[in-house]
């Protein structure tokens, strides 16, 4: 077979097969009388290999060795070809998400263009303290769209800059939530403490109620804290469960009982958060020191049965919790309606 008809069934060039035969990778058969290359069907077969190999991302060099050498290992190669193939994937993903944070912002010239560029770079310094000011001072007429924002906060380690990227984030304009969306299904339990932390500040953005209230049932604790706090800010009763969850595991005890009081503001809910916190002082597995932060977050709760449940409490086999709630009692008594008109009388 012709060079010319080996290109037209192989689809490589004449020039490529010229190519192949000076490397020596891929060396015509025969010649015919006329001088011209003449290739066998083994030697057709052989470039197909050669072609098959390209399309791994071989080199021709490694592609020789590969057909030449008996000693050589196809997995060690594949094994390079892999990591060379993920490291290319990741520069054009990172290349991909700039392309689009410049087209988000909407940029109407050139300079716009450069403006965005430059706040990125500074967005991905080494130095904390230059990634916190190109949020807080951006370029003028920089409008920074929500999806840059997203990705600097799900990647930010240093808790100042992270909240400076939260707060401009929350104040973008964009759609943070859907931005944060990866974020939230992260494998990376970090990566999903900083996605539900930044929902959080935002919490009446559109699909942050449903996506907080989803990350109550987060196999991690500080992605379920957060969540709660900040549907219990948002008045969703249920957050309770994992509110007084709180307060018995006395992590963020303090901010989960205000928490708390304010959705007992609810009388149904008053009623639910009260039994929920009277059936963990009488759990068997409720130490002293549990008891006495479940007796301090009952006074933050509204309603007259907080006060019927502290005098009981005044009596507790344990005199620290006795105490505690004997303090609060009075204190509840003296700040009471009654109690004042009794004193106005």
Request: glycine residues 6%; aromatic residues 2%.
């Amino acid at each position: 077979m012709l060079i010319g008809d080996v290109a037209r069934h192989s689809g490589v060039s004449t020039r490529m097969l010229r190519h192949y035969d000076a490397l020596g990778l891929v060396r015509p058969t025969g010649r015919t009388v006329g001088g011209y290359r003449e290739y066998s069907a083994e030697d057709v077969r052989r470039i197909f290999h050669v072609e098959s190999l390209r399309s791994l991302g071989l080199s021709l060099k490694q592609i020789g060795r590969a057909l030449e050498d008996p000693a050589f290992t196809p997995s060690v190669l594949v094994s390079d070809l892999i990591r060379w193939t993920e490291d290319r994937l990741a520069r054009e993903q990172e290349l991909l998400e700039r392309l689009r944070a410049i087209d988000a912002s909407a940029p109407t010239d050139w300079q716009s263009v450069l403006r965005i560029v430059e706040l990125m770079r500074e967005l991905n310094s080494t130095s904390a303290a230059r990634r916190q000011q190109a949020v807080l001072a951006p370029s003028e007429g920089v409008s920074v769209p929500a999806e840059l924002l997203a990705g600097a906060v799900l990647a930010e380690s240093d808790p100042h800059v992270a909240g400076a990227l939260r707060w401009a984030l929350a104040r973008s304009g964009g759609d943070g939530v859907a931005a944060l969306d990866a974020g939230v299904h992260s494998e990376d339990v970090d990566i999903r403490r900083r996605a539900v932390l930044a929902i959080a500040e935002m919490p009446e953005a559109p699909g942050a109620t449903a996506v907080l209230a989803d990350a109550l049932g987060d196999p991690d604790t500080t992605v379920r804290r957060h969540a709660a706090l900040a549907l219990g800010r948002h008045g969703v009763a249920a957050a309770v469960p994992a509110l007084v969850g709180m307060v018995v595991e006395g992590s963020n005890d303090v901010d989960a009982a205000e928490v708390l009081g304010t959705l007992s503001q609810d009388p149904e809910c008053a009623d639910r958060i009260t039994t929920a916190l009277v059936d963990e002082l009488a759990a068997p597995t409720a130490d002293s020191a549990t008891r006495i932060r479940l007796t301090q977050a009952l006074v933050e709760i509204a309603g007259t049965t907080v006060q019927e449940v502290l005098r009981q409490l005044a009596h507790d086999d344990d005199r620290a919790v006795a105490l505690v709630a004997s303090a609060l009692a009075g204190a509840l008594e003296e700040r009471s309606p009654e109690t004042r008109a009794d004193e106005d009388s």
